[in-house]
């Protein structure tokens, strides 16, 4: 099994920036991809940002230029580096992973609890 901790939400005026992070524990190695996803109460969940063993990167259109995924290896975390944050971006961001047992349907079969982003007008 994988655990995924987020961590780094809150409140942010709009034009500032945020980092959030995910610390993966438990049989990290069975894992692919990473990536995170926000989800607006009543709105389908978007995937913000992904990043794949190799390193390659996706970015939503929405966040292309402002935002930049990374991974550090040595402390097994992910990280979402947030800047000219707009109140668009408000959202609960959630860490997801790619392992064993993923399916079309479900790619991302590892999840975090979330952590809230507020930006502020």
């Known amino acids: 099994q994988v655990q995924l901790v987020e961590s780094g939400g809150g409140l942010v005026q709009a034009g500032g920036r945020l980092t959030l992070s995910c610390a993966a524990s438990g049989n990290i190695f069975v894992i692919n991809a990473m990536g995170w996803y926000r989800q607006v109460s009543g709105k389908e969940r978007e995937l913000v940002a992904a990043?794949?063993?190799?390193?390659?990167?996706y970015y939503a259109d929405s966040v292309k230029g402002r935002f930049t995924i990374s991974r550090d290896n040595a402390k097994n975390t992910l990280y979402l580096q947030m800047n000219s944050l707009k109140p668009e971006d408000t959202a609960m961001y959630y860490c997801?992973?790619?392992?064993?047992?993923?399916?079309?349907?479900?790619?991302?079969?590892?999840w975090g609890q979330g952590t809230q982003v507020t930006v502020s007008s």
């Open positions: 997801a992973a790619s392992g064993p047992g993923a399916t079309i349907k479900n790619p991302y079969n590892y």
């Open positions: 990043i794949e063993p190799r390193g390659s990167t």
